[in-house]
C-alpha cells in the first residue's frame, strides 16, 4: 500500500498524485494506493493520514511531496514505515511562516487560511534523528526554486538518495521514478 501525501495548497489532483495513480491503475495496482485531500491542520492532516494506516494490513509506504514529506518523515519515523521523500520541506516551520494568512488552493481555487497555531503545529511535528534512516528515500532535484535541496540531503544522510541536477519544485522528472517508487514500497519486483 502506498500513502501519498501531497504538498501545501495542493492535493489529489496534483500532476504527481495522478501520474502515480495511473500507474498503479496500469499495473493493477489501484486499489493499493491512497491519496486523499489534507486539511490545513498539520494535526488533522496527520491523524487522517494515520488512520489510513491503521486500516492497512501490512505497514505502507509513505511517499510524500514537499510538505507532504514533512508528514512522510513523522509518520515514518513514528509507524517504522518506509518514506519517499520528494522535494520534501526539511525546515516546514520556517518554510511556511511566510505564508501565514489567506492562501489559495492550486486546484480548487478555495481559499483557506493559514495561521501561527498551524505552524505551531508544524514545529511538533518535527522529528530531531531518524529511528530507522535506511527506511527513507530522498528524490530531490538541485533546481528547486522554493526548498533548498541541501538541507534534504543533510537531514535524510544516512538514507537512500537520489539528487539530480536541474528541475524545480515540482520535481520534473517525476515520471521516470515511478517504477523505482513502487519497488521501493514492495509493490514491484526487483528486475
Not at 22 to 44: I, N, T
Not at 169 to 183: G, K, N, V
Request: glycine share 8%; charged share 15%.
Amino acid at each position: 500500500m502506498i500513502i501519498y501525501l501531497h504538498g501545501f495548497r495542493s492535493g489529489p489532483q496534483s500532476w504527481k498524485a495522478r501520474s502515480l495513480g495511473a500507474r498503479m491503475a496500469e499495473l493493477g495496482l489501484a486499489d493499493q494506493l491512497w491519496c486523499g485531500q489534507l486539511p490545513v491542520s498539520p494535526s488533522a492532516a496527520i491523524s487522517l493520514a494515520e488512520a489510513q494506516i491503521a486500516r492497512c494490513d501490512t505497514p505502507p509506504t509513505l511517499v510524500g511531496s514537499s510538505l507532504g514529506g514533512y508528514y512522510a518523515t513523522y509518520l515514518a519515523n513514528r509507524h517504522g514505515c518506509r518514506a519517499v521523500l520528494v522535494n520534501p520541506a526539511v525546515l516546514a516551520p520556517l518554510s511556511l511562516s511566510a505564508y501565514v494568512g489567506i492562501q489559495t488552493h492550486m486546484y480548487t481555487g478555495e481559499p483557506f487560511e493559514l495561521t501561527e497555531a498551524h505552524i505551531a503545529e508544524l514545529r511538533s511535528l518535527e522529528v530531531t534523528q531518524l529511528a530507522h534512516p535506511e527506511n527513507y528515500w530522498l528524490l530531490a532535484e538541485t533546481g528547486d526554486e522554493v526548498l533548498d535541496y541541501r538541507h534534504a540531503v543533510a537531514r535524510y544522510a544516512g538514507g537512500h538518495q537520489t539528487v539530480l541536477e536541474g528541475g524545480d519544485h515540482s520535481f520534473t522528472r517525476w515520471d521516470a521514478w515511478l517504477d523505482e517508487i513502487l519497488r521501493f514500497a514492495g509493490l514491484l519486483p526487483t528486475p
